[in-house]
T-cell receptor, first 114, second 112 residues
């Protein structure tokens, strides 16, 4: 089975722009979660989608949004980029049927905001 | 969210056992203890999890204290490939939606 894939792997943007990141979960997985990782704050939960519905949300401003498609692929969008949005963005998938399921993480998209 | 405390860093020699501690004094009865690790330039990967009893798998063992206020991840023979940041996470066993709450983790250095 193919793992979680994320595109693009690297991205450079400037302040004020917006960005869209994509995540393809493991086949059959219906839950996709997004995390932001920075040296200062570590790994922080952004949101989780399950069957196209946002099921949980972390403590991030409204500039961070996401969606999930019927094939379970997910995108996250960050509008009006700030320097502090420079981070590694990770997505993780699981089938969504059990709370103690393993989360499978992708390799991440490294975003640099100049 | 229930909190965990881990040492910032630990060092080990190759082929020796490693014991990575985690304190979780505010753990609730329905919290499972999960361990993930993140190798350099990769996303986190699952290592092991347990509720009350000690657990073993091909990667590691998890020893859980009787009062469940602490646990220890045991790598029986460390290899260079085990150099990573190890995260101890509590996951609520109730409810359908959950998020992983990562602390700072323990950075493990393995010396050849």
């Amino acid at each position: 089975k193919a793992g979680v894939t994320q595109t693009p792997r690297y991205l450079i943007k400037t302040r004020g722009q917006q960005v869209t990141l994509s995540c393809s979960p493991i086949s059959g997985h219906r839950s996709v979660s997004w995390y932001q990782q920075t040296p200062g704050q570590g790994l922080q939960f952004l949101f989780e989608y399950f069957s196209e519905t946002q099921r949980n949300k972390g403590n991030f401003p409204g500039r961070f949004s996401g969606r999930q498609f019927s094939n379970s692929r997910s995108e996250m969008n960050v509008s009006t980029l700030e320097l502090g949005d420079s981070a590694l963005y990770l997505c993780a998938s699981r089938s969504g049927r059990g709370v103690q399921e393993t989360q499978y993480f992708g390799p991440g998209t490294r975003l640099l905001v100049l | 969210d229930a909190k965990t405390t881990q040492p910032n860093s630990m060092e080990s020699n190759e082929e020796e056992p490693v014991h990575l501690p985690c304190n979780h004094s505010t753990i609730s009865g329905t919290d499972y203890i999960h361990w993930y690790r993140q190798l350099p330039s990769q996303g986190p990967e699952y290592v092991i999890h347990g509720l009350t009893s000690n657990v073993n798998n091909r990667m590691a063992s998890l020893a859980i204290a009787e009062d469940r206020k602490s646990s220890t991840l045991i790598l029986h023979r460390a290899t260079l490939r085990d150099a990573a940041v190890y995260y101890c996470i509590l996951r609520d066993g109730q409810g359908g939606s959950e998020k992983l709450v990562f602390g700072k983790g323990t950075k493990l250095t393995v010396n050849p």
